[in-house]
Each structure stands twice: as C-alpha cells, then as structure tokens.
Nanobody
C-alpha cells in the first residue's frame, strides 16, 4: 500500500489562496502519476489535477485551469496543489490518489488507487 495523508485545507474567503499537501509514506510513490480530486456534498468526485512521476507533465480540469497548480517534490515524497483566486464553488473535500503508471492517463477517479483521507476546503463569499 501507499498510504497518503492530505493536509493544508481550511476556511478562507473568496479570492484567497491555499496550498494543499499530500504526503506519501512509501518510496514507490515517486514512480507514479499522482492526482488531486475533490468531492462536494451531494456531488460526484471530480478530478482536478494530475502530475506525471517526473513532474514534467501536468493535467488540469477545465474548471480549475489557470487557478490550480500541481507540483511534486519526489525527495520529500509530497505533492502539492496551489490554489489561488478561490471561489465558493471550490468548497469540497480534497483527496490525492495514485495512478500506478509513470504517465497520467487522465482524471477519471476510477483509474486511481490508494486514496488519502482528504482535507476540507471551505470558501465563503
């Protein structure tokens, strides 16, 4: 298993910023694509960003492009999600997960494994 622990969520006002972190406990993490997902109450889980194992390729959903930036520090076994210009519709539980290949195939949650427990982001208007 590749346990993942998300952190960095919080309550912010619209227009604010947050940086989410996802820490992995296993060295194998560095060989895999990693993704960030979110799920709002009553809604399906949505993929928002993914990054290849080397960090050279990133993918974003249209709803967050330009405001979210995914990055990774393989030495620290951590991936990050920098979020700027937060909107109330960004309110959700944010999760990270593993796609067991070096290159990401997309943002479909069914392709990802080893989900963390999530970190809550709440944006007030």
């Amino acid at each position: 298993q590749v346990p993942l622990v998300e952190s960095g969520g919080g309550s912010v006002q619209a227009g604010g910023s947050l940086r989410l972190s996802c820490a992995a406990s296993e060295y194998m993490y560095r060989y895999y694509c990693m993704g960030w997902f979110r799920q709002a109450p009553g809604k399906e889980r949505e993929g928002v960003a993914a990054i290849s194992s080397s960090g050279s390729t990133t993918t974003y959903s249209d709803s967050v492009k330009g405001r979210f930036t995914i990055s990774r520090d393989n030495a620290a076994k951590t991936i990050y999600l920098q979020i700027v210009s937060l909107k109330p519709e960004d309110t959700a539980m944010y999760y990270c997960a593993v796609y067991r290949a070096s290159y990401c195939r997309g943002l479909s949650s069914s392709d990802y494994e080893y989900w963390g427990q999530g970190t809550q982001v709440t944006v007030s208007s």
